[in-house]
């Protein structure tokens, strides 16, 4: 099994090389002005509270998240992910993105002390661009690594969760 992922990833980048097909890219909905570039902020996903840096592109936002879970040992998390404009519904550049996250999600009680976990997923967010600041409400959709104990016990399995996360940033 071990054997078999490199090979995929080899024939999934060997594809996309190949192929270089325009229709694959995503398309450019943001143009270039209308907004700060470079957005600070903060804000709560899930029991992570965080500073945040928004990267705002042609192509959507990109952003990084680093703070502490609200839990008894203060926990350190972040995470980083993309959203890619879907529609717009009304002025500014407000509407629907979609997008995929990875970073730590959780943290569990493992052998005594708080652990966080790895994971990532996928999410529906609604922004609100504008030149002085983004707001963004999202609601996504992850898994995060199975943990166990010392002895082999199962802490938390891979199974599907639900993430919601509210930032406000503004421009630089």
């Known amino acids: 099994m071990n054997k078999f992922y490199p090979w995929l990833v080899l024939m999934m ?15 450019a909905n943001l143009g270039s002005t209308g907004y700060q570039a470079w957005n600070l902020g903060a804000g709560f996903t899930q029991k992570i509270i965080h500073v945040n840096g928004e990267w705002v592109n042609p192509y959507g936002i990109a952003y990084a998240k680093a703070g502490v879970f609200l839990n008894d040992d203060k926990t350190p998390g972040g995470q980083v992910g993309f959203r890619h404009p879907v529609h717009f519904t009304g002025k500014d550049k407000n509407g629907y993105y979609v997008g995929a996250y990875a970073g730590y999600i959780d943290t569990k009680k493992v052998d005594g002390d708080d652990e966080a976990r790895l994971g ?53």
């Open 13 to 27: 980048l060997g594809s996309v090389a190949h192929a270089n097909d325009n229709a694959f890219l995503p398309e």
């Open 120 to 172: 990532g997923g996928i999410d529906l967010a609604y922004v609100m661009l504008s030149s002085e600041r983004i707001s963004t409400f999202s609601v996504g959709l992850g898994a995060g690594e199975k943990l166990e104990d010392k002895s082999g016990n199962v802490i938390a399995e891979i199974e599907p969760r639900l993430q919601i996360s509210y930032t406000l940033s503004i421009g630089l």
